[in-house]
C-alpha cells in the first residue's frame, strides 16, 4: 500500500441474525426485493462491501483499499469512536470513511463513493 492509496473502511454494526437464510436476513419466506423495489435489501452490507471492493479496483487498479469492519465483533469494536456513533444511533450503519473522514452514513452508494474516490486520485 503506498501514500497515495485511498482507504475506504466501513464500519457497521448489523443486528443479530435470528434466522439461518443464507442472504444474511433474519426471516423467510420474504421477498429479498420488498415493496422498495430495492434489489439489495437483502444483501448484507458485508457482501456489499465486497461488491464495493471489486468496483473500485475496476475502476482504480491498485489504488484503492475497501475494508469492512463489523463493530459489534471485531475486537478493535470496543475502542473504535464508529462503535459509540452507531450505538448512540446518532447516524444509520453502515458507515464509510474515506482516508480517516466519515463520508457518507446509512448506505453503500457505490457511484457516489466511486467519485469521492476519483476527487482524491486526481488531486494528487
Known amino acids: 500500500m503506498t501514500s497515495e492509496t485511498v482507504q475506504v473502511v466501513i464500519y457497521d454494526a ?10 444474511g436476513c433474519s426471516g423467510h419466506g420474504h421477498d429479498h426485493h420488498g415493496a422498495s423495489g430495492d434489489p439489495l435489501a437483502g444483501v448484507s452490507v458485508e457482501m ?17 483499499v475497501v475494508w469492512y469492519i463489523n ?9 473504535l469512536p464508529q462503535t459509540e456513533l452507531l450505538n448512540s444511533k446518532a447516524f444509520p450503519a453502515p458507515l464509510v470513511y474515506i482516508n480517516g473522514e466519515g ?7 457505490p457511484e457516489r463513493i466511486r467519485d469521492e474516490v476519483a476527487k482524491i486520485i486526481e488531486a494528487h
Open 48 to 64: 456489499q462491501s465486497k461488491a464495493l471492493a471489486l468496483t473500485l479496483d475496476d475502476a482504480f487498479p491498485g489504488q484503492v
Open 71 to 79: 463493530v459489534l465483533t471485531d475486537p478493535r469494536g470496543p475502542t
Open 103 to 109: 463520508r457518507f452514513a446509512g448506505a453503500l452508494i
Open 14 to 23: 448489523p443486528a443479530a441474525q435470528a434466522g439461518s437464510c443464507a442472504c
